[in-house]
């Protein structure tokens, strides 16, 4: 079965951080750009933080940036979304997606966001940032 798996949300306290793993089962991941998105109760989803998958090039939100960092291990077929300093609106369901040798900028901004030429979508894990 080709699947996207999302793991790594809860709850934690503003300023924590977490780890966010998508691992990849029946493809790998090599040629596929990988995005992060989030959608939080009654907002559109946007898109967190992509990464290419030739040239390891990224792009992150601006309200993310300096505070996340996405990375990719092929080896283990899985991609990571370190999320340090988090605030209450970072509030959300995060997906990853795929799309094959997407770039990365079209991917988070317009392509994710409106589920435009996606392969493969995650079913999302659950991010609470609250006191």
């Known amino acids: 079965q080709l699947q996207l798996v999302e793991s790594g949300g809860g709850l934690v306290q503003p300023g924590g951080s977490l780890r966010l793993s998508c691992a990849a089962s029946?493809?790998?991941?090599?040629?596929?750009?990988i995005g992060w998105f989030r959608q939080a109760p009654g907002k559109e989803r946007e898109g967190v933080s992509c990464i290419s998958s030739s040239d390891g090039s990224t792009y992150y939100a601006d309200s993310v940036k300096g505070r996340f960092t996405i990375s990719r291990d092929n080896a283990k077929n899985t991609v990571y979304l370190q999320m340090n300093s988090l605030k209450p609106e970072d509030t959300a369901v995060y997906y990853c997606?795929?799309?094959?040798?997407?770039?990365?900028?079209?991917?988070?901004?317009?392509?994710?966001?409106?589920?435009?030429?996606?392969?493969?979508w995650g079913k999302g894990t659950l991010v609470t940032v609250s006191s």
């Open positions: 029946g493809f790998t991941l090599d040629y596929y750009a």
């Open positions: 997606a795929a799309v094959f040798s997407a770039p990365v900028q079209a991917m988070c901004v317009m392509w994710g966001p409106r589920n435009y030429d996606i392969d493969y």
